[in-house]
C-alpha cells in the first residue's frame, strides 16, 4: 500500500533527463516560441486588415491561429523556465490550470479544422448558394461551439483526473502537466477512470476526425463528377492546406494521446509531445501561408506596413 500524505506540489522531471542538451532545448524552443507568435500573428493581422481574406475559409483560419497561439502560450514559457532553473516545482492547482487550458485549447483546434472541412464541403458542393449557408453568424456560432465544447471535455478530464488522491511519488516525467504522466501518481486510478478520460480524449481526436473524413469522402464524390480539369484541380487545390495541417495535427496527437501507456515509455511520449507542442503550430502558418496566394499577399501588405511604419521614424528626423 502506498503512502498516503497527501500531495501539494509536484516536480516536472522533463527534460531533467538530457542535461547536456538543456542549453540547445533553451535556444531551440525559444526561437520555435518567438517564430510561432510571430507567424501566427501575422497570419491574424492579415486576415483583419484584408478585406478579401474577410470569408468564411479566413475566419476559421484567424479562430485556428489564435487559439494554437494560447497554447503554445500556455506550455512553452514555463517550459522555457524549466530549462534554466534548478527549481521546476509546480503546484497541484498550477497543473490543474495547465491541464485545463491546454486540452481545452487543443480539442478546440481539432474542432475547429472540422467546421474548417464542413465550410470547403459547402463551398465546393453549393457554391452558388455558400454565402447564403455558412453567413457570418453560422461561422461564429461554430466557432463558439468549438470553444464550448472544448472547454466542457477539457474540463471533463482534469475533474476526473484531479478529483483522485495523490500520494507516494511527486515527480511528473514530463515537461508540462500532461494527462498520463499525472494520473499514474494517484493512489486510486482505477480502470473506470482511465476509461473516462480515453473516451473523453478520443470524442476529441476521433469524433473530429471522422467528421473530417465524411465531409472530404463528400468532397472528392462531389469533385470527381466535375467535367472540367481545371476545376477538379482548383477544387482540390481550395483543400490542400487544410489536409495537410490535419495530416500533421493527427498524426502527432494520436501517437501522443491514443496509445497505450506506461512509464517505460514516457521518455518517448515526452519527446513526441515536444514535436507536437512546437512543430504542429509552427508548420501550421507556414503551410497557410506557402500554399495559399492571397494569403501570402497579404502577408506582404502586412510586412509592407510594418517596414512604412519602422522607418516613419527616420523620415520624420532626416526632415
Avoid at 500554399?291 to 511604419?309: G, H
Wanted: some cysteine.
Amino acid at each position: 500500500m502506498r503512502n498516503q500524505t497527501a500531495v501539494t506540489t509536484f516536480l516536472l522531471w522533463g527534460f531533467s533527463s538530457f542535461p547536456d542538451l538543456k542549453g540547445l532545448l533553451f535556444v531551440v524552443i525559444f526561437f520555435s516560441h518567438m517564430t510561432i507568435l510571430l507567424a501566427n500573428g501575422s497570419i491574424m493581422v492579415a486576415i483583419k486588415l484584408s478585406r478579401s481574406l474577410h470569408t468564411p475559409m479566413y475566419f476559421f483560419l484567424c479562430g485556428l491561429s489564435l487559439s494554437e497561439t494560447c497554447a503554445t502560450v500556455v506550455i512553452l514559457p514555463r517550459m522555457l523556465v524549466d530549462l534554466v532553473s534548478e527549481s521546476n516545482i509546480i503546484s497541484l492547482p498550477e497543473c490543474a490550470t495547465q491541464m485545463f487550458f491546454f486540452f481545452a485549447l487543443a480539442a478546440n483546434n481539432c474542432f475547429i479544422m472540422a467546421a474548417m472541412s464542413y465550410d470547403r464541403y459547402t463551398a465546393i458542393h453549393n457554391p452558388l448558394n455558400y454565402h447564403m449557408l455558412i453567413t457570418g453568424k453560422i461561422c461564429c456560432q461554430l466557432m463558439t461551439a468549438s470553444f464550448v465544447a472544448g472547454f466542457l471535455i477539457s474540463l471533463g478530464i482534469v475533474l476526473t483526473a484531479f478529483s483522485l488522491p495523490f500520494c507516494g511519488s511527486k515527480i511528473i516525467h514530463h515537461f508540462f502537466c500532461d494527462i498520463s504522466p499525472v494520473v499514474l501518481l494517484a493512489c486510486d486510478y482505477t480502470f473506470f477512470h482511465e476509461m473516462v478520460i480515453f473516451v473523453l480524449s478520443a470524442l476529441v481526436l476521433m469524433g473530429s476526425f471522422i467528421l473530417i473524413m465524411v465531409s472530404y469522402i463528400f468532397i472528392v464524390s462531389v469533385v470527381v463528377k466535375m467535367p472540367s480539369a481545371k476545376g477538379r484541380s482548383k477544387a482540390f487545390s481550395t483543400c490542400s492546406s487544410h489536409l495537410t495541417v490535419v495530416s500533421i495535427h493527427y498524426g502527432f496527437a494520436c501517437s501522443v494521446y491514443l496509445k497505450p501507456k506506461n512509464s517505460a515509455s514516457f521518455r518517448e511520449d515526452m519527446l513526441m509531445a515536444v514535436t507536437y507542442t512546437v512543430l504542429t503550430p509552427l508548420l501550421n502558418p507556414i503551410v497557410y501561408s506557402l500554399r495559399n496566394r492571397e494569403m501570402q499577399t497579404a502577408l506582404r501588405k502586412v510586412i509592407s506596413r510594418a517596414n512604412s511604419l519602422i522607418s516613419l521614424p527616420q523620415r520624420i528626423n532626416s526632415k
